[in-house]
């Protein structure tokens, strides 16, 4: 990674995660989706006619922020068009049969953004009222589309899920850029800057298509003239949004009107064009925000009282909870419990699950016992008559028992020595943004002892510490932990009393324990291990008592302990770097040179044994801060903290004998 100028802890992560130009700059084009083409060339028609248009959306940030784009963008290019945001509580998500009526009534398209690929039946009732129809969406199709034009993510050329992910929001964008391309117009970037909003509010990965949409998007936020959206920022103070900004402080503004049953109020705020009326809807929007947090701090306090956490899937309900921060409150005890979480009030349902565990496909296989449903493997939603709430919970269960209880685990890129853990490499870092799901800053581990701990915040729930010379933050941690702790950290910038300084930020912390490693290992290379780990003294003790000079042992020793050992066992065969492979087993008391050490291990038919004492893992340990120096480092580390498993692979990729990271 020299020839990028990269530190070496950031080469490590880059090399680990496979980060090359392609993933970290994708290029920005219009989807090669033949649907939204098609769908665009009906919407050029539409505009050519004077057709009456509605975008239908979802009450969420990215189905009102999908539905802003297109009535923003369409309406500036002539078109009568209007938005239609469901209300959550009354009407729930998707087309909704009771509306039938008043769609057929206030336009001659309809076009769906965020939602539809399920209403099969309302799409059919649309049609037989002499609407067409255009549904664009990106959640879990069913086995098939609704009988009408269906724009979806799925249906591209040579579809590829890390690359073609766009949300509502950035299927809308695009479908408005097919239809600025089929009018010869450029690429109405201003709403970049929305479609972003939307996507990053939907937790969706910051790859592939969405990736190169946001980072378009970001740079139109900075000086956005789209009236709301700039009252939006004004009002929370934000200048320059980073994705993170978004998703911490735009978005739950968005979502928290939808939440409360105002969507439509939000979208009022996202397309107006009056800078007054503008700040007077995003300050209603802060207070209705500060609401939902008082509602689901109140509900998750009584989730806990009702949950049991012997179930394989935890269902819990309240008659007088509400269903706008259900799916908050069930990510919360996703968090708390891991494992899947059903939430129900009122006869709508919200759904957040673990890997391997899909939320949606719980639904599925529950589906006649359900009014509607929708969404994604890690989230979703429904409806259903309360009678039927005693089966789906056992029918619940019966699904969830189907897969391995989840395991929470967390994947750390790298060791980082405290050497290193300075704001110039948070610099560094700043040039692999935007962060978010799916490319997330580097997590670094750390094994040290936790000092000057104290529980602070209104509710003692975030832990202070001191970890390798710098000030630490653990959020969601309500035990005061001093002492040796592995740590699962990211390093961020403080800017406390005005002074710049580095600090950890703890995703995870637990007391020591061996790792393990994803790559590599016994499995990965064959049965035999390549690398075990033994006490020096027990291997001296060994050596002691054999016939040295009879064996085919071979030594490799720093020069004060190879002068020592040939002095006490004559005829001990001592490698120097130069030397070839040894015939028969390899004792290693230190670290040789890169080079020698690879060529031993790709020769070496025997498991060599690698006897570090605390002299020789202190002075890998305290390396210096070069590219080398790191290397030493991490061969201390792995020794250190690693599995057997796990410390095999590690010297085979330290040693530069696969291509796995260590």
């Known amino acids: 990674m020299q020839e990028f100028g990269l530190s070496a802890p950031a080469a490590q992560w880059v090399y680990g995660r496979g980060l090359r130009p392609t ?84 336009c001659d398209l309809l076009v769906t953004v965020d939602c539809g690929v399920s209403n099969h039946d309302e799409v059919a009732g649309l049609i037989a009222r002499g609407l067409e129809v255009i549904v664009t969406d990106h959640h879990a199709p069913p086995p098939t589309f609704p009988d009408c034009l269906v724009v979806h993510p799925e249906g591209t050329d040579g579809y590829d899920t890390a690359q073609h992910n766009l949300t509502g929001a950035g299927v809308a964008y695009h479908l408005l850029w097919a239809v600025h391309e089929a009018l010869g117009l ?63 402080v735009l978005a739950p503004r968005i979502n928290a009107a939808g939440r409360m049953g105002e969507a439509d109020r939000a979208l009022e705020l996202l397309t107006a064009t009056s800078p007054q009326q503008a700040a007077t809807l995003a300050q209603y929007l802060e207070v209705r925000n500060v609401e939902r947090r008082e509602l ?49 009030a009122q006869g709508k349902g919200s759904v957040r699950s673990t890997p391997g565990i899909s939320a949606v496909g719980g639904l599925r296989y529950s589906h006649d016992l359900l009014l509607r449903y929708g969404g994604h493997p890690g989230a979703a939603g429904f409806s259903l008559d309360a009678g039927n709430l005693p089966k789906l919970r ?42 978010g799901e799916g490319l997330q800053p580097p997590l670094w581990h750390l094994r040290s002892p936790l000092t000057a701990t104290k529980l602070v915040g ?16 653990k959020f969601r941690e309500s035990r005061d932990r001093p002492g040796t702790h592995d740590l699962a950290v990211r390093l961020r910038r403080s800017d406390f009393r005005g002074r710049a300084s580095a600090e950890w930020e703890a995703e995870d912390l637990r007391p020591p324990g061996a790792l393990g490693l994803e790559a590599g290992g016994a499995a990965a290379g064959g049965p035999q291990r390549l690398a075990i780990r033994r006490q020096p003294g027990t291997v001296l003790a060994r050596l002691g008592a054999a016939d040295v000079s009879a064996s085919q042992v071979a030594v490799y020793a720093g020069e004060d302990l190879r002068a020592s050992l040939s002095a006490k066992l004559p005829g001990l065969h001592c490698l120097t770097p130069e030397a070839p492979a040894p015939a028969g087993p390899l004792v290693l008391f230190d670290l040789p040179p890169h080079d020698a050490l690879h060529r031993w291990l790709s020769a070496a038919t025997l498991t060599a044994t690698f006897a570090w004492g605390p002299q020789t893992l202190a002075a890998l340990d305290a390396a210096p801060p070069t590219a080398e120096g790191y290397h030493r480092f991490q061969w201390a580390h792995a020794y250190l903290t690693l599995d057997d498993a796990g410390w095999d692979g590690a010297v085979r990729a330290l040693a530069g004998l696969d291509t796995a990271p260590a």
């Open 458 to 473: 209104r509710n003692k729930d975030c832990l202070q510490f001191q970890a390798a010379g710098l000030r630490g933050i």
């Open 186 to 248: 450029p690429e109405p970037e201003p709403l970049s800057a929305l479609a972003t909003l939307g996507t990053i509010a939907d937790v969706a990965p910051l790859i592939g298509e969405n990736r190169a949409l946001i980072q378009l998007g970001l740079s139109q936020l900075v000086g956005t003239e789209l009236v709301g959206l700039r009252a939006l920022m004004d009002s929370t103070g934000l200048r320059n949004p980073s994705a993170r900004d978004v998703a911490f």
């Open 296 to 344: 689901q701090d109140r509900m998750y306090a009584e989730a806990l009282m009702l949950v049991d956490p012997t179930e394989k899937a935890l269902v819990v309900t309240h008659e007088d909870w509400h269903p706008g921060v259900m799916g908050i409150v069930a990510s919360k005890l996703l968090e708390q419990f891991y494992r899947p979480v059903y939430i129900v």
């Open 394 to 435: 056992d029918r619940l269960q019966d699904y969830a028992a189907q897969f391995p209880p989840p395991v929470p685990q967390l994947t750390l890129d790298a060791p980082l020595p405290s050497s290193l853990a300075t704001l110039d490499l948070w610099q560094e870092l700043q040039a692999f943004e935007p962060y």
């Open 23 to 106: 993933v970290l700059t994708p290029e920005h084009r219009l989807t090669p989706n033949p649907r939204l083409r098609e769908a665009a060339s009906h919407l050029v028609a539409a505009l050519q006619a004077k057709k009456r248009i509605r975008i239908h959306g979802d009450y969420d940030a990215d189905g009102v922020t999908a539905t802003a784009v297109l009535v923003l963008g369409l309406r500036a290019l002539g078109a009568d068009v209007h938005g239609f945001i469901p209300h959550r509580l009354e009407e729930g998500y998707g087309i909704h049969p009771s509306k039938l009526d008043e769609h057929a009534e206030s």
